[in-house]
């Protein structure tokens, strides 16, 4: 499990290197997956940009991202092919729908425990939390993201037993649970 839960995406030099240690392999050889699908207002799409240029300031080149939109499932062999998952941020609600609906829920779980790597901004990391029924069940309690600031920094113990927030430099990142999570914040 490589899960990096985030407000703003790869928005600090702190996170960037968290990001390209976890890469199994060189940026300019990464097929990163990039799913817009949370982005059905207008503040979240003019913010798609900033998330496709979090990808290339990575070093991953344009041609090696797939724009994905949840309007069919893919399947966990499809998925594979994908060195990094990136979840744009927007309408919760509707993200998860998808990700229900499509089936692409089994799909992404069973990536996520083979060892995939997958970001989740603002609407994309809520989906793993305890926020609305129906989430990916990562963590039990709530996640508020865009706070002035994280709630907690440093490794998570568990249980967790209060809502999680982050601010729009933190990320939370998780390898295992309960035994290797952590807050980082610059």
């Known amino acids: 499990m490589r899960l990096m839960l985030t407000s703003c995406g790869i928005e600090t030099k702190t996170i960037q290197e968290h990001f390209l240690r976890w890469l199994a392999k060189p940026p300019v050889d990464t097929k990163a997956l990039f799913i817009p699908t949370a982005a059905i207002n207008a503040d979240a799409i003019n913010v798609l940009p900033a998330c496709m240029d ?4 990575c070093g ?4 090696n ?4 939109d949840l309007h069919r499932n893919m399947t966990i062999e499809e998925l594979q092919t994908f060195d990094v998952v990136y979840l744009c941020g927007g309408t919760t609600a509707y993200l998860l729908e998808r990700i229900n609906k499509t089936g692409f829920r089994e799909s992404l779980l069973s990536y996520i425990s083979n060892d995939g790597l997958v970001i989740g901004v603002s609407a ?9 029924p129906d989430n990916l069940g990562i963590l039990d309690v709530p996640m508020k993201v865009h706070c002035p600031k994280s709630s907690m920094t440093g490794k998570v113990s568990f ?3 209060e809502t ?4 729009n430099t933190a990320a939370m990142l998780i390898t295992s649970i309960p035994d290797a999570v952590e807050i980082i914040d610059d």
């Not at 979090?54 to 300031?57: A, E, G, I």
């Not at 991202?65 to 994905?68: A, D, G, N």
């Not at 990391?125 to 926020?131: K, R, Y």
């Open 164 to 167: 999680i927030e982050l601010s």
């Open 159 to 161: 249980p967790l037993t």
């Open 65 to 68: 991202v797939t724009v994905f």
């Open 60 to 63: 991953i080149p344009k041609e």
């Open 124 to 132: 994309g990391s809520i989906i793993f939390a305890g926020n609305l």
């Open 54 to 57: 979090d990808l290339l300031k």
